[in-house]
C-alpha cells in the first residue's frame, strides 16, 4: 500500500522534527496541516499520519522505555536521532496497531533505515523491533 508507506514516511518526519526541535509531536503535526492547508505545495496530511503520530504520542513514555530497555549498549540520546525515531514509530505500530502486519511494519521500519540512516541502521532496527515482535503479547500484558 503505498498510501501507508507515504503516511509512516509522513509520521517519521513529523517524530523526527519534533526531536530536532525538542518539542511536542503533536505540535508539529498541526503545524504540517496548517501548512498543508495553505500552501498548495505542501501534501496533505493523511488520516493514517495522524493516527500514527497521535499514537505515539500517547505511548511516548512507554516507547522510549521499552526502546531503553532493550537496545543493548545503546542509549536513546546516544542513537542517531533518525534511528531513534524510525524505532519509536516502529514500536508504536508493531505492539499497539493490530491491523497491519508485524511484517510489514520492520519492513517499512528497515526501509525507512535505509533511505535515512547509515549502513548499520537497518540491521539495529530489524533486530530491536523483531526483539518487540517476539515480546508483544508480554508488552502488552506488562502494560495493563
Known amino acids: 500500500m503505498a498510501a501507508r508507506n507515504t503516511a509512516r514516511k509522513r509520521a517519521f518526519q513529523i517524530l523526527f522534527e519534533a ?5 511536542d509531536v ?13 500552501d498548495t505545495r505542501q501534501p496533505p496530511v493523511s488520516e493514517y499520519t495522524m493516527e500514527l503520530v497521535e499514537g505515539y504520542a500517547r505511548k511516548t513514555a512507554r516507547i522510549d522505555e521499552l526502546i ?9 540520546d546516544r542513537m542517531p536521532v533518525v534511528d531513534r525515531n524510525i524505532l519509536r514509530l516502529g514500536a508504536y505500530e508493531l505492539v499497539w496497531v493490530d491491523d497491519t502486519p508485524d511484517a510489514v511494519v520492520l519492513d517499512e521500519a528497515v526501509q525507512l533505515a535505509k533511505e535515512f540512516s547509515t549502513d548499520d541502521s537497518p540491521a ?21
Open 26 to 38: 503533536q505540535t508539529v503535526l498541526a503545524d504540517w496541516i496548517r501548512h498543508s492547508r495553505s
Open 124 to 144: 539495529f532496527v530489524n533486530g530491536l523491533l523483531g526483539r518487540f515482535k517476539d515480546l508483544k503479547p508480554t508488552l502488552r500484558r506488562d502494560e495493563a
Open 68 to 76: 531503553s530497555q532493550y537496545a543493548v549498549g545503546w542509549t536513546l
Open 19 to 23: 526531536d530536532q526541535r525538542g518539542v
